[in-house]
Structures are given as structure tokens and as C-alpha cells.
């Protein structure tokens, strides 16, 4: 069902894939892990065109209960200002809701980009330390 991952015990919500947009993947722990961590996956370019489809993905997550969110920036490509924009957007909402929100992407370039952008973002060398953050093992 999730071709392409190489994270242990993962289960896609292909339905949800369905109605996002080719750079947005929805990944769920199995409840082996924890239920309540969702992994947002993002590839290509975050930038206006794509708010919408991660946008409603943050929405469906923090609607559904979850109360750890880890964003996979490992596969962005680039990041424009409207992309900095909803990562600072989604802290926020995250906070309101009480919901944990930890970033991972492998590039150190990224990470430099938006911990310049927005210093209340923290942001992991790898989804396993993001998912460390959150006291659970992947």
C-alpha cells in the first residue's frame, strides 16, 4: 500500500491520498507504535500550489485526535515564502490544539532556510529523530 517508504510498521491512507495532490503522502503509525503519530510526507516543492492539499492533511490530522505530528521534509525540493508561511501557520494550529509538532528533512540546506524563517521551528536531521522528539521509537 505505501510503495516507497522504508519506515517500519507503516500504514497509507490510500483513500486520503487520493485527494491530495502528488506531493502530499498521509503515513500513520500502527498502533504497535503509536496510534496518535501521524507522519505527514511531503516531496517537490512547497510553495503556494501545494497549501491547500497540506493544509486540508494538517486539518484531517488535528481533527482526528493525534496528538503528535511529525512533518517529513526529507523529499522537498525547495521552499518558497508562502511554504515558510504555512510551516509557521501549522506550529500554530498545532499549539492551539495541543498537538506535538516536530519537523524532519535530511538537507542541511533546508533546515538552515527555515530555522532562519521561523526560530519556534525545530527541525531533525532525520524522521527518526523527529519521531525521538515525540518519545516514540520508528
Same mark, same amino acid.
Given at each position: 500500500?505505501?510503495?516507497?517508504?522504508?519506515?517500519?510498521?507503516?500504514?497509507?491512507?490510500?483513500?486520503?491520498?487520493?485527494?491530495?495532490?502528488?506531493?502530499?503522502?498521509?503515513?500513520?503509525?500502527?498502533?504497535?507504535? *503509536?496510534?496518535?503519530?501521524?507522519?505527514?510526507?511531503?516531496?517537490?516543492? $512547497? &510553495? @503556494?500550489?501545494?497549501?491547500? !492539499?497540506?493544509? %486540508? /492533511?494538517? *486539518?484531517?490530522?488535528?481533527?482526528?485526535?493525534?496528538?503528535?505530528?511529525? $512533518? &517529513? @521534509?526529507?523529499?522537498?525540493? !525547495?521552499?518558497? %515564502? /508562502?511554504?515558510?508561511?504555512?510551516?509557521?501557520?501549522?506550529?500554530?494550529?498545532?499549539?492551539?490544539?495541543?498537538?506535538?509538532?516536530?519537523?524532519?528533512? %535530511?538537507?542541511?540546506?533546508?533546515?538552515?532556510?527555515?530555522?532562519?524563517?521561523?526560530?519556534?521551528?525545530?527541525?531533525?536531521?532525520?524522521?527518526?529523530?523527529?519521531?525521538?522528539?515525540?518519545?516514540?521509537?520508528?
Amino acid at each position: 500500500m505505501t510503495a516507497g517508504l522504508t519506515l517500519p510498521c507503516v500504514v497509507g491512507f490510500t483513500l486520503l491520498r487520493q485527494r491530495y495532490s502528488k506531493t502530499v503522502q498521509i503515513v500513520r503509525r500502527s498502533p504497535e507504535h *503509536d496510534a496518535s503519530l501521524v507522519i505527514i510526507g511531503l516531496a517537490g516543492h $512547497l &510553495d @503556494l500550489a501545494a497549501l491547500p !492539499s497540506v493544509s %486540508s /492533511a494538517v *486539518d484531517l490530522t488535528i481533527d482526528g485526535g493525534a496528538s503528535g505530528l511529525v $512533518l &517529513d @521534509l526529507s523529499q522537498v525540493d !525547495s521552499i518558497d %515564502s /508562502a511554504g515558510l508561511g504555512l510551516l509557521a501557520t501549522v506550529r500554530s494550529q498545532c499549539d492551539t490544539a495541543g498537538v506535538s509538532l516536530e519537523l524532519a528533512a %535530511s538537507h542541511e540546506a533546508l533546515r538552515n532556510h527555515v530555522a532562519l524563517a521561523d526560530r519556534s521551528l525545530t527541525v531533525h536531521k532525520s524522521l527518526d529523530d523527529a519521531c525521538a522528539a515525540l518519545g516514540v521509537k520508528s
